[in-house]
């Protein structure tokens, strides 16, 4: 017998479970089909692991701080293996609190994959045979997972993705990074911090390549100043294990060269799950590496949502949840509206961090309008000053005096990402700065700074 | 002969130096009166000096924190002398760029003291003569010193006010802190961060006695699992240096016991500085132990305003600028209602650290409405799990189904504190807080799992 659901939901990483629970707690008949872990990619191997890792290893980086400005002197050592272990079982714990959250609300949980059978039910294959679910909606939130390329690959060995690099059981010594964007930069910041030498390689031309260019010149010389080497506007031709190591050969074009290190991470971007389900039958197109496309609604097909990695709007897990929380209030005729994700925070984590929030100037000017940018610099700020970090800055983007986007980068500056999407959000004019109290002193009095800084054209 | 200024502000602390600044950027002919240093008790003797000790001091934490979890483990020492010096330089360096500052705007500043000679001048008292200035306005801003009382009086030996302690040239192996406020919390643990054994004395029944009895019973928990000797609701008789050691003997009815320690700290509170200016001569009413009285305007008699700690609304840094603002719109004739504060966002730094901003439940219960409250705990939080720092929660008021008012205690809860204003400025519903995006994974996330928590009532 075929049970009929409100909502079969495929994915249990932030958008599926956050759907799940949300539509649960609404009255829906609600059922969530995950073939692995739940928590998906972000709780089991990205930013959760990571976060647990850069939070360990916080204290070295303030000692480096306060060491170079000659204040504190002392050693750090983190335990890596105790740090793994301790990271395995706060991954199971956050798992199974999660397991227990769907049982309350009445979510049944099915462990497999599912694979649409036709217009109204899907089959998932479980250990012990098949089961067949009907719906009413399908929301696919399979997210996405590490891209390869030929010559690209983690092999099992010396090579590894991200997921693999999270689930080390030793940190090496040396570490080569291929990669230059958020997810690559927080591990080799992590890894850094445990002792490893840094090789960062990428074929774009900076750092964070998605990032206000400041940003990136930013980034690159606090790197630099930590001994890293980065090679950027390089081509890779191959990286493979040998022997007990990992060997990078740059492109002939680029000199050919060899980067020997214990490891080598490929964190090259992330590709869609939307293959082997079957939903191009219920009329899914998909575009690209294969996003599903949405339209206004997140409607992937009639009765059909995609959230998430999947739909490649925005592959950030709080987009996803964001998401999910529009796709029930569709479900319960709350949302009538096209979906409107405000402005998105983006953030990397680490020393230095990097926040973005709304338009970059170039993207502001892109739209054809008079653009002005203000900046702050963090070293004006008492709180940088107190941690010794003071390398940095905060930059807002201004279009018809209200500022569009703020971007910053610096020591903890991951600390103002709520406040700058709330002024983002509603387009904060320079009064409405000077007219809110900012509590003193704060790293958030830089945001004030560069609010109330005079403009300039971006 | 005597020039005539549009504005004539006593006090170059926060309030006085941001109206000067202010004022002048504006067109205002202004000139600023500060017998001592350029940014008052807040940079020299208060919030700035007490964050550089704690920032400097945060690996120390940081590792406890991790060490306590069997993660990391090693040593961090602070060099006292060196933290010293680098605080003297940092505030001498900041007075100087303060200097720079007003000297740019064509502030005329007057190094010495001002009293009133007669309506629309006053003298100040210089190195070298007396200088007589006419206004068009008068602002005071003279702001607060250490209360002491008999008794309870630093001698300058052993036994001294918070001035006095960030001043010492070497930090006590054991401190007695007289007073649980924020100051003496404070100052509490960057000593016990660099090693000093505690030992707080408080009348109150509980330690931060003005803050949600809840936070202070975390307080409490937390800073007596670091072994700190807490001695609530008893009354001191003296306090007194005996040769090398300070002597802090409790009152009778308490038991007469002595305690001992290397120093101790007296932070009982804050007095204003309005006495011997001569402002009653121009008709301005004092109230209390000195606070200078405001209309709803913050007139304190015609042509007089009265801002920060000296008119005893709010003794924070951050509420003398907001109302600095205030009244260089008035001078401008831009603002025309009276002052409104908006909701004024309170923190206490250190680990762990409180924030709160709007009404607390007892306030708002007060009030006779109908008061909900709701709450998320910080363990649920995976960045307070990442730094292995998991005690303390969010608790938020609602009122006719808007949040009123927001606590939070716990390490780097004061990172919130630009977020959970704007949230109670603009009297969120839940609603709100299920449709922001908030950033995952941040600290920020446990003040949307406590926006969104179940409610009861308060």
Known sequence: MTTTYDLVVLGGGPGGFDAAVEAAASGLKTALVEAADLGGSCLNHGCIPTKLWLGATSAIEELAAQSKARVASGQVAVDFAALQAKKDRHLAATRKAMGVRLGQLGVDLFAGRGRVA?????????????????????LVATGSRPAAFPGLSPDGARVVDSTG??????????????????????????????????TIVDALPRLAGLEDPEVSKALETVFKRQGWDIRLGVKVASVLTQGENAVLTLAAENGGEELVAECALVAIGRRPNSADMGLESLGVELSGPGYIKTNEFLEAAPGVYAVGDVNGRMLLAHAASHQAHYVVERLLDKAKEAYDSGPVPSILYGSPEVLRVGLMAEEAKAGGE??????????????????????????????????????????????????????????????????????????DESLKAALLADKEAA
């Open 118 to 138: 036709d217009k109204t039910s899907i089959e998932v294959k479980l250990a012990d045979g098949t089961q067949s679910l009907g719906f009413r909606t399908l």
């Open 165 to 198: 690099f999270l689930a080390l059981s030793a940190m090496p010594q040396s570490l080569i990074v291929v990669g230059g964007g958020f997810i690559g930069l927080e591990m080799a910041q992590a890894a850094h911090r445990m002792g490893a030498k840094i």
């Open 370 to 443: 008079a653009v002005l940018v203000s900046r702050a610099q963090l070293i004006a700020n008492p709180i940088a000053q107190a941690h010794a970090a003071t390398q940095g800055f905060v930059k807002c983007v201004w279009r018809q005096g209200r500022v569009a986007g703020i971007t910053a980068v610096g020591a903890d500056v991951s600390r103002m990402a709520v406040a700058a999407t709330m002024m983002v959000k509603a387009g904060w004019t320079r009064e409405d700065a000077a007219g809110f109290m900012f509590p003193h002193p704060t790293l």
